[in-house]
């Protein structure tokens, strides 16, 4: 019936997707000069009730253990929360990538993975330009983010990322779908 009506099924998320940017910050590095900054979020609706506010307490304790990342939970004018995680410089980008999957696969065995919207990294430029790579949770796929300005884009280094990151990450193809995240925690 889907194909009748043009319409294509959905990309499950893929949360292992999210263990191939430790080697696409190699090509990044490379073709843009863009590092790691050691800070990566996920964003999500927070739901109501207890339940659901002891999992972010908990998941948040997990990652802070044993000397682990600092994370802190922030709000957004759209009303979304920010489980922001601030690595060390010795916790590299696979630990960071390891506490980003952590936090989604918290969210999604709890039940909560409708309230999933994306996670992302954050990279830099020497000059200072902030770029973030954001994996879309309900499709399974990244694209780049480059703020300039308060609400401006970057769009060439977002092409120019995207176009380097074909073969490295499943890049979304839909560029429509590449929606600013003006304000999110590390791009500032």
Known sequence: ?????????????????????????????????????????????????????????????????????????????????????????????????????AVNSGLESAGFGSSLLCSLVVFAAPDGRRLALVYLYKRGTFYPFAPQGEHGRHTALEFQVGAALEGEVAVEPDRSRWFPVYGAPGLL
Not at 26 to 54: D, H
């Open 1 to 101: 019936m889907r194909a009748l009506l043009g319409r294509s099924r959905p990309r499950r998320p893929d949360l292992d997707r999210l263990f191939a940017l430790p080697s696409a910050a190699v090509t990044l590095r490379a073709v843009t000069g863009l590092v790691p900054t050691g800070t990566a979020s996920v964003a999500f609706r927070a739901a109501e009730g207890q339940a659901f506010a002891t999992l972010q307490r908990e998941i948040t304790e997990l990652l802070a253990a044993g000397g682990g990342p600092q994370v802190e939970v922030r709000r957004d004018s759209y009303g979304y929360t920010w489980l922001v995680v601030h690595a060390a410089e010795d916790h590299g980008l696979t630990g960071l990538v390891t506490d980003l999957h």
